[in-house]
Nanobody, 122 residues
Framework: QVQLVESGGGLVQAGGSLRLSCAAS????????MGWFRRAPGKEREFVAA????????YYAASVKGRFTISRDNAKNTVYLQMNSLKPEDTAVYYC???????????????WGQGTQVTVSS
């Protein structure tokens, strides 16, 4: 019931920052848990962060905890992923999805979009 479009990726040096955006449309947006995932070159897609809604409770993968922050702006129907202290291993295509099963940290569907490319140089 929700359509998502990712943006904000780019090229950044190690230690830099980027903020990704996930613009949503569709019915019942406020009822969805939102999540960010990524797929690095040669690797499978992995969980990055999720936001329980309602409640605004964030969840993070251990590899990004303390560096990434997930947030939401209901007025703009947008979920953000603020990425600080970026590392070369953060290089990946980043995707958002909803709703999220917060027990498994996986989306309830497999309808992935194109994502947004993040490249971190050393």
């Amino acid at each position: 019931q929700v359509q998502l479009v990712e943006s904000g990726g780019g090229l950044v040096q190690a230690g830099g920052s980027l903020r990704l955006s996930c613009a949503a449309s569709g019915r019942a947006f406020s009822s969805y848990n939102m999540g960010w995932f990524r797929r690095a070159p040669g690797k499978e897609r992995e969980f990055v962060a999720a936001l329980r809604w309602p409640g605004s409770i964030p969840y993070y993968a251990a590899s990004v905890k303390g560096r990434f922050t997930i947030s939401r702006d209901n007025a703009k129907n947008t979920v953000y992923l603020q990425m600080n202290s970026l590392k070369p291993e953060d290089t990946a295509v980043y995707y958002c999805n909803a709703p999220i099963n917060l027990g498994t940290m996986t989306p309830l569907n497999n309808n992935w979009g194109q994502g947004t490319q993040v490249t971190v140089s050393s």
